[in-house]
């Protein structure tokens, strides 16, 4: 077993850093405050490769494995989570369900420009009514000769309101809704473009203030049928593939977090002084560093070992559900912890953490709750939940 990271995963380790540190840390403050999503981010993400970057190459990607997809999470949700976000729905909930799912044309018509940042791609699951119980959404996918006539509002979506392409859920068999039957949902591909598609900014939300969350809606929205992503019924087990790629980004993510945390900490517990002596010195400030240096070093092998798996080609749901769980759970423990050595300043602005303490939050509620990945743990050991096979698999990394 080799703990070492190659040479192109160094490269990608120190050219996201690089990039992170020089573009985007000296204003993240500012952006945050002003609840501003920098579009202007996305061409140069795309001209770092990250936007592809374990697209294979003749589908346009950089051609990395899934190792540097979340190296390049780590380092950027340790600038902060609104770019890490865009890898994990333009990357692992999107592309790399239709390099997976999609059919030949709509890997040429979406997956090369999605790689090559000329697209941005997104994901639409939840609803106002549904998130973790996704049988209970409700948008229809009508099929009316060679097209699908799509009806209902999707919620909560990151990059609704920037992103070019959505990957959607919808119910395709009315009988099968009423009975909440899964095989009766299918997935397609909806562009921003299509008549009847429109999109909002959600203005209220807390976290994440630097990237752009919102809602989408369809109105008798006609979608060719080439647009269909596997086959009808498929939708149910392709929404959950893309999460089993999303929740490799998110747990790589919330890892850079808590290390974020572990770094903000550290200079500042070095700094300030109390009782005479720097706050480091403290026994219990030293607690609250040493949990954010484990939980750190535990969470990175947990999503190592997700992405190994998936560059071997191997089933890795339950591993990285234990990766997604575990890091994002930790990375509030680590906010939290974060914003209490920093005292009172850490409750201001002026210092990064709160910050920090705002944007874990989201990780704990998408791509699974807390309290979903939990159950999925449990019945894994209980011997209640098993993963069958799926027709299409994430392609191993082949170098
Ligand atoms: C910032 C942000 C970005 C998002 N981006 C996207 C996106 O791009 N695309 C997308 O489709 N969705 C996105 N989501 C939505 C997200 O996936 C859902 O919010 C999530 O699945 C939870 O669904 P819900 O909010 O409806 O909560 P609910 O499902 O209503 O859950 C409410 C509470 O009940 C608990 N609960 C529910 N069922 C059970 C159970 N069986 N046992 C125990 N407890 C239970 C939950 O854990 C939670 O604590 C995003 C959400 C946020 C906050």
């Not at 973790?132 to 959404?137: F, P, Q, V, Y």
């Not at 749901?317 to 990766?323: K, P, Q, S, Y």
Request: a neutral charge; aromatic letters at 8%.
């Amino acid at each position: 077993m080799n703990f070492d990271l190659g040479d192109e995963h160094k490269l990608v380790e120190q050219s996201t850093r690089e990039w992170g540190a020089r573009e985007v840390a000296p204003r993240i403050q500012q952006l945050d405050h002003e609840h501003t999503f920098d579009r202007g981010l996305l061409p140069k993400m795309a001209g770092l490769g990250l936007l592809g970057v374990c697209v294979p190459a003749k589908y346009g990607g950089a051609g990395m494995d899934y190792i540097s997809l979340g190296i390049a999470c780590e380092e950027l949700e340790y600038v902060d989570t609104s770019l890490r976000v865009i890898l994990s729905v333009h990357v692992g909930l999107n592309s790399l369900t239709l390099l997976s799912w999609g059919t030949e044309v709509q890997k040429q018509k979406y997956l090369v420009p999605q790689a090559q940042g000329k697209l941005i791609g997104s994901y639409g699951l939840t609803e106002p009514a549904a998130g973790s119980d996704a049988r209970g959404i409700q948008t229809t996918a009508e099929k009316r000769g060679n097209r699908y006539v799509l009806n209902g509002e999707k919620m909560w979506i990151s990059l609704a309101d920037v992103a070019d392409t959505f990957l959607v859920i919808a119910w395709t068999d009315q009988e099968k809704k009423k009975q909440k039957d899964p095989s009766g949902l299918s997935a397609f591909i909806i562009e921003r473009t299509f008549k009847g598609f429109s999109s909002g900014s959600l203005t209220h939300k807390w976290g994440i203030l630097a990237g752009n969350t919102g809602f989408f809606k369809m109105d008798n929205v006609e979608v060719p049928e080439e647009n269909l992503v596997g086959k009808p019924g498929e939708g149910f087990k392709i929404a959950m593939f893309a999460l089993d790629q999303g929740r490799l980004t998110v747990a790589a993510g919330a890892t850079g977090l808590i290390r974020a945390c572990r770094d903000a900490s550290a200079k500042y517990a070095l700094q300030r002084k109390a009782f005479g002596v720097e706050i480091g010195q403290h026994q219990l400030v030293k607690e609250m560093i040493a949990q954010m240096e484990s939980d750190y070093q535990a969470s990175r092998l947990l999503w190592l070992r997700s992405a190994w798996l998936k560059n071997e080609g191997r089933r890795n749901t339950r591993e990285t559900g234990l990766a997604k769980w575990v890091s994002t759970v930790a990375s509030e423990r680590a906010a939290s912890d974060a914003v209490q050595i920093h005292g009172a300043n850490g409750y201001s602005d002026e210092y990064p953490v709160g910050r920090f303490y705002r944007n874990a939050k989201g990780a704990v509620i998408y791509e699974g709750t807390r309290e979903i990945h939990k159950l999925m743990q449990a019945d894994y050991v209980l011997g209640y939940r098993t993963d069958r096979p799926v027709r299409c698999e994430l392609p191993p990394w082949r170098g």
